[in-house]
Nanobody, 116 residues
Framework: QVQLVESGGGLVQPGGSLRLSCLAS????????MGWYRQAPGKQRELVAT??????NYADSVKDRFTISRDNAKNTVYLQMNSLKPEDTAVYYC???????????WGQGTQVTVSS
């Protein structure tokens, strides 16, 4: 089992920045990929960014604005969000994926609201 706890969400004005953190505990050595997803009201959950052994992947909508990183010593994954837009408003979920056997772990989510 893997437990994920997100933090760092909040209210920010357009153009502002936030950094989300995801602390992982449990059977961390079994995890292959960590990532962030988001879900806006009335919409499906969507990929924001993932990191696998240092290789990163981003949704087109956040490229050049968001940066995902991982601190293995702290068992923490970060999402640095800059130049935030109102359309970035959503609940952001941390994800940990194990490939064999395949399984997804999810955090409880943290609300990000971008509004003036």
């Amino acid at each position: 089992q893997v437990q994920l706890v997100e933090s760092g969400g909040g209210l920010v004005q357009p153009g502002g920045s936030l950094r989300l953190s995801c602390l992982a505990s449990g059977s961390i050595s079994s995890i292959n990929t960590m990532g962030w997803y988001r879900q806006a009201p009335g919409k499906q959950r969507e990929l924001v960014a993932t990191i696998t052994s240092g290789s990163t992947n981003y949704a087109d909508s956040v490229k050049d604005r968001f940066t995902i990183s991982r601190d293995n010593a702290k068992n923490t994954v970060y999402l640095q969000m800059n130049s935030l837009k109102p359309e970035d408003t959503a609940v952001y979920y941390c994800n940990a994926r194990r490939y064999s056997p395949y399984y997804n772990y999810w955090g409880q989510g943290t609300q990000v609201t971008v509004s003036s």
